[in-house]
């Protein structure tokens, strides 16, 4: 199983403030079959990034992913007051796993 | 418009059995892996089990192997979790989720809304 471990747990930043959010796997993830999803309280989770990089449709360009390997990393580069949510990182090998969130909150 | 709204979740005791359905629409269900994430409250995301296209394939986390059954109907349009032998630690909500191309090696691009199982005597 790959274990994804997400840091830090907790940010807190203002609307207008540049948001860098990082994932490490335990062992190399497979193509990039990396994902990101923002969840907002009483609501499913959406999907952000894909393929470790790639916007997936309608999500805003102030969002962006990177990395390989092990280590990923979501980007927001301007926090807009809607942005202030949970997001989590997950493998989509065969057998998935998420990361544990980083929850990005108003400072 | 994709919509996947499940069903059938409540109170049930340790021990005890509930099957969760999702309803789909909007898209060909036929076409798509399907998976189960749940998530215990105020924790995490947890991916639970997914199914083929024709359900000719099926996985599991670990700690529900042996309890748990994901099964699909595709004249239905619908998505099955039977769930026996249920524990405390399996109280979340649930949630069916499409991948988003025919192939399991894709992330989930639609989310039904959860429904609440809980677990407790």
């Known amino acids: 199983e790959i274990v994804l471990t997400q840091s830090p747990g907790t940010l807190s930043l203002s609307p207008g403030e540049r948001a860098t959010l990082s994932c490490r796997a335990s062992q190399s993830v497979s193509s990039s079959y990396l994902a990101w999803y923002q969840q907002k309280p009483g609501q499913a989770p959406r999907l952000l990034i894909y393929g470790a990089s790639s916007r997936a449709t309608g999500i805003p360009d102030r969002f962006s992913g990177s990395g390989s390997g092990t280590d990923f990393t979501l980007t927001i580069s301007r926090l807009e007051p809607e942005d202030f949510a949970v997001y989590y990182c997950?493998?989509?090998?065969?057998?998935?796993?998420f990361g544990g969130g980083t929850k990005v909150e108003i400072k | 418009e994709v919509q996947l709204v499940e069903s059938g979740g409540g109170l049930v005791q340790p021990g005890g059995s509930l099957r969760l359905s999702c309803a789909a629409s909007g898209f060909t269900f036929s076409s798509y892996w399907m998976s189960w994430v749940r998530q215990a409250p105020g924790k995490g995301l947890e991916w639970v089990a997914n199914i083929k296209q024709d359900g000719s394939e099926k996985y599991y986390v670990d700690s529900v192997k042996g309890r748990f059954t994901i099964s699909r109907d595709n004249a239905k349009n619908s998505l099955y979790l039977q769930m026996n032998s249920l524990r405390a630690e399996d109280t979340a909500v649930y949630y069916c989720?499409?991948?988003?191309?025919?192939?399991?090696?894709?992330?989930?691009?639609?989310w039904g809304q959860g429904t609440l199982v809980t677990v407790s005597s």
């Open positions: 997950q493998q989509y090998g065969r057998f998935k796993t």
């Open positions: 989720a499409r991948h988003s191309s025919g192939w399991s090696y894709r992330p989930f691009d639609y």
